[in-house]
């Protein structure tokens, strides 16, 4: 059953609507597990869009076998994914830096509070984010060094490839993962793919791993496959590429393929004059797991980051 999360009023009588579908088992106990899944906060990111298509319509294709709650909820910033915007137009900001909200602030921020109440109490969230229209990632996991120990055993069932621990310093306090883990509703952030853009592939790998561990928690009982076995990258090295020079980037090896330390991964072009301004190294071996897709680059843009072996 469909539901508005909240609904705002807008400037000139149209609404901005936040909505979730609601699913649930044909016969209730009121003992059932509820597991949310969202996505669309930042609405240049549409991976997640399609993973919320596969999901209603595989649950829907054998509601049999739910035994838990489900809850999807494809656009946490409508009017962001509606016009192709990170943030939320007319506001300027970064809906995923306004978390957890509160009443009687700015609508955002209104928005914002009632989704974290909207999700408070759940058993898990899944917080579906795609990179940016910059960087294309591999399916992995981002968890924060302080909370790592309590999601590892949830990020580790999700079908994806990798899992990054962050440092304590880089964790953002103003994210929803933040403001759910805080109140005790375990929460992964998953970053796949590139904005603007559906990579089928890496979706139905997600939608996998998310009835995995929905059979887990007991909210699914259906068939599932075996979860693939992620890399943790606690106690790998992780390579940072940096653009040199201004130009136009174009990488010469695949994403998600393994490099050598000093193999050229791509040059930065300069058209102006017919030159090559950078030729563009691997900085150690291991795997490529992002690679830059958005191809004009400034002194310092992000090229690339290869992921370490073990250094055990
Ligand atoms: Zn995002």
């Known amino acids: 059953m469909v539901e508005t999360v909240v609904s705002v009023g807008l400037p000139v009588g149209e609404k901005l609507n ?37 999901l209603n319509r595989l649950i829907e294709e054998h509601l049999e076998y739910l035994t838990g709650i489900v809850e999807i909820y494809p656009a946490l910033n409508p009017l962001g994914v509606d016009s192709i915007t990170r943030g939320v137009p007319g506001f300027d900001l970064d809906m995923n830096r306004i978390f957890p909200g509160g009443e009687g602030i700015s609508a955002p921020e209104y928005v914002a ?50 899992i990054w621990v962050h440092a304590a310093a880089t964790v953002l306090e103003s994210t929803l993962a933040h403001s759910l883990n805080t109140i005790g509703v375990p929460t992964l952030v998953v970053e796949m793919g590139v904005g603007m ?31 693939k076995q992620p890399i943790v990258s606690r106690d790998r090295e992780v390579g940072f590429v940096n653009a040199g020079r201004p130009g136009i980037f174009l990488p010469c090896v695949p994403h998600w393929n393994d490099v050598k330390k000093g193999e050229m991964i791509g040059r930065i072009l300069n058209p102006l004059e017919g030159k090559v301004e950078e030729e563009v190294y691997a900085p150690i071996d291991g795997l490529l797991f992002t690679l830059r897709e958005y191809p004009v680059v400034s002194p310092g843009s992000l090229l690339a980051r290869v992921l370490g072996g073990d250094r055990s």
Request: net charge negative; glycine share 8%.
């Open 18 to 54: 936040v909505k979730k579908n609601v699913i649930k088992p044909m016969v209730l106990t009121g003992k059932e597990k509820r597991v949310c899944i969202v996505t669309g906060t930042h609405g240049d990111e549409l991976e997640g869009q399609y993973v919320c298509y596969e």
């Open 113 to 162: 509070h009632k989704i974290v109440e909207s999700i408070k109490g759940a058993d898990l969230c899944i917080d579906i984010h795609a990179s940016n229209i910059f960087l294309r990632e591999i399916p992995q996991v981002r968890v924060s060094e302080g909370t790592a120990d309590r999601l590892l055993p949830y990020a580790k069932r999700l079908n994806v490839d990798y």
């Open 197 to 227: 853009r559906i990579t089928e592939g890496f979706c139905h790998q997600l939608v996998d791993g998310i009835f995995a561990l929905m059979k887990d928690l007991d909210v699914w009982a259906g068939e599932v496959i075996t979860p």
